[in-house]
C-alpha cells in the first residue's frame, strides 16, 4: 500500500504563498489530487493532476491562484498556492486514485493532512 505525506503547510498572511509537497513511499496513483477542509466543513476539492501532468482540474475558488505540479521520478506531487486568502485556511490532504476524478469518494489512498492557515 502506497503511503503518502503531506507536508509544506504553516501560517502566512493573505496575499502569501506556500507550497505543499505530496511525498509517496512508493509509485503514486495516476490521477493525484487535493482537497481541503475546513473545520465545520466537508472536505472539497481543490486540484487534480494526471499521471503525465497534461491534464489538470481546479476547483473555481482557486483557478488562477493554485498551481498543482507532478514529478513522477521523484514520486511527489506539489500544489503551488499563491495570492492566498482567509478563506483557504484549512487542512490540506493529498490523495491518489486509479481513474481521473475530482470526487473524494474515488481516491484510494489519503495522507495525512498539514494545516494551512491564511491571516487577515
Known amino acids: 500500500q502506497v503511503q503518502l505525506v503531506a507536508s509544506g503547510g504553516g501560517l502566512v498572511q493573505a496575499g502569501g504563498s506556500l507550497r505543499l509537497s505530496c511525498a509517496a513511499s512508493g509509485r503514486t496513483y495516476y490521477t493525484m489530487g487535493w482537497f481541503r477542509q475546513a473545520p465545520g466543513k466537508e472536505r472539497e476539492f481543490v486540484a487534480a493532476i494526471s499521471w503525465s501532468g497534461g491534464t489538470t482540474y481546479y476547483a473555481d475558488s482557486v483557478k488562477g491562484r493554485f498551481t498543482i505540479s507532478r514529478d513522477n521520478a521523484r514520486n511527489t506531487v506539489y500544489l503551488q498556492m499563491d495570492s492566498l486568502k482567509p478563506e483557504d485556511t484549512a487542512v490540506y490532504y493529498c490523495?491518489?486514485?486509479?481513474?481521473?476524478?475530482?470526487?473524494?469518494?474515488?481516491?484510494?489512498?489519503w495522507g495525512q493532512g498539514t494545516q494551512v492557515t491564511v491571516s487577515s
Open positions: 490523495a491518489g486514485a486509479r481513474v481521473r476524478s475530482t470526487t473524494p469518494s474515488e481516491y484510494n489512498v
